[in-house]
């Protein structure tokens, strides 16, 4: 089974400053590893994704993710964050498979990021 | 391109009533899902299509949930009779390879 854990459940972070969202996985073979925004009453916007390669991601909006294999983690990084960044972050896994055709994300619980003016 | 579309965007039902929702996928994306997700948590999969059959149907609650993709295109989940526990918004996603692309989600209240 995958699984999912984002240890926060509210960041705060000065406009301005880095921020981090922290997110473990879990899963029995490689992981395909993705992080989704939400904002209020609209649906998953994704922002990134890491299949193979480079360790260091590059997504929407300067969301930037590393991929730690031998900590099983995958942060979401921003050198400068944005009032408009304050939003519902969610981590999420899937197992590259095994023929089986499932492809269902697995979810952490979300973060919730605030950036104070 | 267009997005994932869903209707309706909110609902209001008692216990015991049933529901249904529509989604229609980004053209050309062969798998959809039908995620739940209740307040305070992230999505957790219902269903998964793949084309008009289904691929994933494990965490489908079966004697009151259901869902068809009958011509590969859109598709309609039904909850039938609904609990106070199936209040959530449900999130309608397509994929072509790896990517999901999500819909707005229908949020759902059972009084």
């Known amino acids: 089974a995958q699984s999912v854990a984002q240890p926060e459940d509210q960041v705060n972070v000065a406009e301005g400053n880095p921020l981090t969202v922290k997110c473990t996985y879990s899963v029995s073979g490689n992981p395909y590893l993705f992080w989704y925004v939400q904002y209020p009453n609209r649906g998953l916007q994704f922002l990134l994704k890491?299949?193979?390669?480079?360790?260091l991601v590059k997504g929407s909006y300067g969301f930037e993710a590393e991929f730690n294999k031998s900590q099983t983690s995958f942060h979401l990084k921003k050198p400068s964050a944005l009032v408009s960044d304050s939003a519902l972050y969610f981590c999420?896994?899937?197992?590259?498979?095994?023929?089986?055709?499932?492809?269902?994300?697995?979810f952490g619980s979300g973060t919730r990021l605030q950036v104070q003016p | 391109e267009a997005g994932v579309a869903q209707s309706p965007r909110y609902k209001i039902i008692e216990k015991r009533q049933s529901v249904a929702f529509w989604c229609n996928p980004i053209?050309?994306?062969?798998?959809l899902y039908w995620y739940q997700q209740i307040l305070g948590q992230g999505p957790k999969l219902l269903i998964q299509f793949q084309n008009n059959g289904v691929v994933d149907d494990s965490q489908l609650p079966k004697d009151r949930f259901s869902a068809e993709r009958l011509k590969g295109v859109d598709s309609t989940l039904k909850i039938q009779p609904a609990k106070l526990e199936d209040s959530a918004v449900y999130l309608c996603?397509?994929?072509?390879?790896?990517?999901?692309?999500f819909g707005p989600g229908t949020r759902l209240t059972v009084l």
């Open positions: 999420a896994v899937r197992d590259m498979g095994r023929g089986t055709g499932r492809r269902a994300l697995t």
């Open positions: 890491y299949i193979t390669g480079d360790n």
């Open positions: 053209s050309g994306h062969a798998t």
């Open positions: 996603a397509s994929s072509f390879i790896n990517e999901q692309f």
